[in-house]
């Protein structure tokens, strides 16, 4: 009887043991499984990745919840929770040695950072997924991830308008993740999608409609032919059809289009707009007038929603780099603690070093105020200066003279040295700009710089194929970052999204002439 026992005892334990792996395994097959199936059916994929996160017994099956609900969050528009979803996700990675998914995690943040305007962070971050990508060792899943970093990396240099290198890169991505098509429908997809687009920005019109055709081809094989992916490959053949003037083909493009079930907003807008200027084309007021109505609605809309999300994905990564630099204090404390247990002699060190920061704070004390003193001093000045009539319009003169040249982009360009040639001091010289332009030297000078380099980019075609960092150097930018924030702020756009919408208008006058 006892035996009989023990034995059921240790059945059961076995069996618990097996049936916990399998839910494991289960919940692993749903989350791979949903990676392509988020796009046809966002609500039920939403779904679906809150049972993944409610059910969850690790941190890496949370993980797998909050990745599928930022994809399906960016896919629905909702780029903010998309971007706190991930960033969640990231978080709950750090202990993790599962390189599968920090691989994932770390492409999608790099995705996001690049669609936002963040480039730098953005190769940060694939770096990163990278080097865990060459860590997984699951054949499947090696593939998947080593295929989604190339795509990224592909996708960034067609934003560059890389499209020749762009173009090899994309290719191995593909030649990567073939062998699993029929287990990756989606991720296949998403890549001969973007070699289409890649392929329409080479004027190989041909090899973009194969490539976008194969897309479509992928997707009804995987049961995704009403998804984003697909809305976006009739997109281009829409496209495709409209440079080559084949007005009906593009219309019943666009078209499928619209009526798949899942469209981003971006690829709505861009459609709306498409059909708008086929309607315009054929003489169709109220066609035209209805679709670049909701052409604008979309595009609006998504401008409100991308800056929104673009400060929340800011906000994130400052709050990841302050985690990091916790940890590095951390470390930095405890390293010095064991050197203290250790070598009694480095009390005196860190002893000597506290005066000595005491004695640096007292200095920083002493600047402070003398710096408050300058600023009150200087008010003063700024309240008793009186400059003759005569000098400030002959000083208002020569400004103008200044702003219809080009020394503004001058990069070592300052206040003494713009009043030195002015022959007048700087007192004066801001006084009067502040008094007549409404504003401080500095943002004079940074007006002036962008309002020169955009009407290059308007006169001169060339400059909407350079580089920001030479856009940059060219108006008197030191860095192109730099460059970046100012053309921001004075345009509320970033250099590449005014050089693009600038070519989408170029080409669309040449349309219509």
């Not at 991505?173 to 890549?191: D, E, H, L, V």
């Amino acid at each position: 009887m006892v035996f009989k026992v023990k034995i059921a005892l240790l059945f059961l334990l076995c069996f618990s043991g097996f049936v916990s792996a399998q839910s494991v395994a289960d919940k692993e097959a749903i989350f791979l499984e949903n990676l392509s199936n988020c796009y046809k059916d966002p609500d039920k994929g939403f779904k679906i990745a809150h049972y993944l996160l409610d059910n969850a017994n690790d941190n890496d099956e949370k993980v797998q919840g909050l990745y599928l609900i930022s994809e399906i969050s960016f896919l629905k528009d909702d780029y903010k929770q998309s971007v706190e979803s991930l960033f969640e996700a990231y978080r709950l990675l750090d202990k993790s040695n599962n390189n599968f998914l920090k691989t994932f995690v770390l492409t999608s943040i790099s995705s996001k950072c690049s669609f936002f305007g963040l480039t730098d962070k953005s190769d940060t971050y694939i770096e990163q997924a990278e080097e865990y990508s060459n860590l997984i060792s699951q054949a499947d899943k090696k593939a998947l991830a080593k295929a989604k970093v190339l795509y990224e990396k592909g996708e960034v240099l067609v934003s560059d308008k890389k499209f020749s290198e762009a173009i090899r890169v994309l290719s191995s991505s593909y030649t990567i993740i073939q062998p699993y098509k029929n287990k990756f429908y989606g991720a296949c997809a998403k890549m001969q999608c973007a070699l289409g687009k890649a392929y329409f920005n080479t004027s190989d019109y041909i090899g973009a409609k194969q490539h976008y055709q194969r897309t479509i081809d992928i997707l009804k094989t995987g049961g995704l032919e009403f998804s984003s992916i697909a809305a976006s490959a009739y997109n281009g053949i829409g496209e495709i059809a409209l440079k080559g003037s084949k007005l009906e083909d593009a219309k019943t493009a666009f078209e499928k289009a619209l009526s798949c079930k899942v469209i981003e907003t971006e690829v709505k807008a861009d459609t709306y707009y498409s059909l708008s200027q086929i309607y315009l084309k054929q003489g169709d007021d109220s066609k035209y007038k209805e679709n670049y109505k909701l052409y604008k609605a979309n595009f609006d809309t998504l401008s409100t929603l991308e800056r929104e999300a673009r400060n929340t994905l800011i906000a994130q990564i400052e709050k990841e780099h302050n985690v990091i630099l916790k940890k590095n204090q951390t470390r930095y404390t405890y390293l010095l603690v064991v050197i203290i247990f250790v070598f009694i002699v480095a009390f005196g060190i860190y002893f000597f070093y506290n005066k000595k920061l005491d004695k640096e704070y007292k200095k920083f004390e002493r600047l402070l105020i003398k710096i408050e003193k300058d600023r009150e001093e200087a008010k003063k000045e700024v309240k008793v200066l009186t400059i003759p009539e005569k000098t400030e319009q002959a000083i208002l003169d020569r400004l103008k003279e200044f702003e219809n040249g080009k020394e503004f982009t001058n990069p070592n360009m300052s206040v003494q040295f713009l009043s030195k040639k002015m022959k007048t001091n700087s007192k004066y010289l801001s006084e009067i700009i502040n008094k007549h332009k409404g504003k401080n030297f500095n943002a004079y000078i940074n007006d002036l710089r962008i309002d020169y380099i955009i009407d290059m980019m308007q006169t001169d075609s060339k400059f909407l194929n350079y580089k920001v960092s030479y856009l940059a150097e060219n108006c008197g930018f030191a860095s192109h970052s730099v460059f970046t924030v100012v053309f921001k702020s004075v345009t509320n756009l970033t250099p590449k999204q005014f050089i693009s919408f600038l070519k989408k208008k170029t080409e669309k006058e040449r349309e219509v002439v």
